[in-house]
């Protein structure tokens, strides 16, 4: 069974920046697309109350964002490490939340199915990111 272990977070100045990593143990990793969700504080901790934030695709040719974190993360992965990881450069307070990765099948993307936490099947336990005014 695949494991997904995410690097601490923090807490940072807004308009500072952080990286968050995220390892996975098992051989499924370099054909799985993996995602990046976010959780806000007071939102209900219900699978399907995270928010897209960011995924790549198996091989790492493609990469999709919300709008609202396009031009300031950047999301993309090392197979022969097994990790994918997150740039937050220019971080607001609104991006202030509980952070996840997960993996997926590799077809999951492009198409709705790469935005819907519903369809990812492992999830790492979550990092907490903290952005202050």
């Known amino acids: 069974q695949v494991q997904l272990t995410e690097s601490a977070g923090g807490l940072v100045q807004a308009g500072g920046s952080l990286r968050l990593s995220c390892a996975a143990s098992?051989?499924?990793?370099?054909?799985?697309?993996v995602g990046w969700f976010r959780q806000a504080p007071g939102k209900e901790r219900e699978l399907k109350e995270r928010?897209?934030?960011?995924?790549?695709?198996?091989?790492?040719?493609?990469?999709y964002y919300v709008d609202s974190v396009k031009g300031r993360f950047t999301i993309s992965r090392d197979n022969a490490k097994n990790t994918v990881y997150l740039q937050m450069n220019s971080l607001k307070p609104e991006d202030t939340a509980i952070y996840y990765c997960?993996?997926?099948?590799?077809?999951?993307?492009?198409?709705?199915?790469?935005?819907?936490?519903?369809?990812?099947?492992?999830w790492g336990q979550g990092t907490q990111v903290t952005v202050s005014s």
């Open positions: 997960a993996l997926g099948s590799q077809y999951l993307c492009p198409g709705y199915r790469c935005y819907d936490p519903t369809s990812y099947a492992i």
């Open positions: 098992g051989r499924t990793f370099s054909s799985s697309a």
């Open positions: 928010e897209f934030v960011a995924a790549i695709t198996s091989s790492g040719d493609s990469t």
